[in-house]
């Protein structure tokens, strides 16, 4: 990948990810006091649905920059001019690549974050504090593995059905599709998805947000979904699965839209540049 295109990718999946995540923080602090083993009104109900958002604010746009630089250097890598067929192989490799990247900057992030949903009369800064103090470095990548197997089916279903889309789209409309275009198969592709992952969801929540030292700590991902089946059944598989698809088809039309629309905007101005 050109340098124009290098810098437009890491800009745009910058702007798009801290634009998503900023704007759609209530959500996900539903979605995981929803998920959370003390129950919705215990982890706080409707109260300082802001709680770790200075994590967020943080951690979002080296974040999202780093999935869509991995994104589109990994396509670039897989070449453009692949067969029809091919295609949806090469955008699931390219997401997979770029999940395993940008979660080594989304996890400590996304823990310190949790903590702070289900704790919100605890400071974000207080609880970074308290992990590496208990728990070291270790305790910030606690549910990396369990992230990055919620993120990558995730990765597998999004990305292919949003590039598919967008290229039905293009076929019927006999021209390439609009930012806005790519926004709503963006929201359909994201929601689709999330519903399909939840129980991941659930299970990298229950992770993160459980004592050091006790058995769901250790991350095993299996283990975690059979202890949630067990005590709460299919319904507590897929906690807080509506207000999961409404954030994540919500951040689909964002993010998505955001970053193809960043992207040519930046690319166009590199072509206009001396």
């Known amino acids: 990948m050109d340098a124009p295109g290098f810098m437009a990718s890491l800009v745009a999946g910058g702007v798009a990810g801290a634009s998503v995540d900023l704007i759609l923080f209530p959500l996900d602090t539903i979605k995981t006091r929803l998920q959370s083993p003390q129950g919705f009104n215990k982890a706080g109900g409707f109260r300082g649905i802001y709680a770790g958002v200075p994590s967020i604010a943080v951690g979002s746009f080296p974040n999202a920059a780093m999935f869509f630089l991995t994104y589109e250097y990994v396509k670039c890598l897989l070449h453009a001019d692949s067969a029809p067929h091919v295609r949806p192989v090469k955008h699931m490799l390219a997401a ?31 609880i970074f504090s308290t992990i590496l103090k208990e728990e070291g470095i270790q305790g910030l990548y606690r549910g990396y593995r369990s992230t990055v197997l919620r993120e990558i089916p995730f990765s597998l279903v999004q990305f292919p059905l949003w590039e598919s889309l967008k290229a039905l789209w293009s076929w019927r409309r006999g021209h390439v599709v609009d930012s806005w275009q790519s926004a709503v198969c963006g929201a359909f592709a994201g929601g689709f998805a999330a519903a399909v992952t939840t129980p991941l969801d659930v299970a990298k929540t229950r992770i993160m947000l459980a004592k050091a030292g006790s058995s769901t700590a250790d991350g095993n991902v299996l283990s975690a979904m059979h202890g949630v089946w067990r005590s709460q059944g299919l319904a507590g598989l897929f906690a807080g699965v509506f207000p999961r698809m409404a954030a994540i088809s919500l951040g689909g039309f964002i993010f998505l839209g955001a970053y193809d629309q960043t992207r040519s905007l930046l690319l166009e101005v590199g072509r206009k540049s001396p």
């Not at 990247?101 to 400071?123: D, G, H, M, T, W």
Request: proline content about 3%.
């Open 96 to 126: 997979s690549a770029g999940e395993v990247v940008a979660c080594l900057i989304r996890v400590p992030s996304e823990v310190v974050k949790q903590r702070a949903q289900v704790s919100a009369s605890s400071k974000t800064l207080q």
